[in-house]
């Protein structure tokens, strides 16, 4: 069994769990929460232009970061970036 697969069956373990613990009505007031909060549209902070949205710098730098690990050329990829947003910055 791959490490995938025992960490997919370790959560389905753990779920099982907790729904144990919870009981059927306490899962019932879990689904009511779940369902409203995704009613609920995420906050926009003032100072982000309307039309946009905010973005989480750390996890689009983790994103790049694995983006570059992975690409054919990623010292060439980077430099080409580097120069592309020194060219879009103010």
Do not use: T
């Amino acid at each position: 069994m791959s490490s995938r697969q025992k960490a997919i069956e370790e959560l389905k373990k753990q779920i099982r769990l907790g729904r144990e613990r919870l009981g059927p009505d306490g899962i019932k007031e879990l689904e009511k929460l779940a369902a409203a909060a995704q009613k609920q549209k995420p906050a926009v902070p003032p100072e982000v232009p309307p039309g946009m949205l905010p973005y989480d710098k750390k996890a689009a730098a983790k994103a790049l970061e694995i983006f570059l690990k992975n690409h054919g050329n990623p010292k060439e990829f980077e430099k080409r970036l580097r120069e592309l947003l020194k060219q879009s910055s103010h």
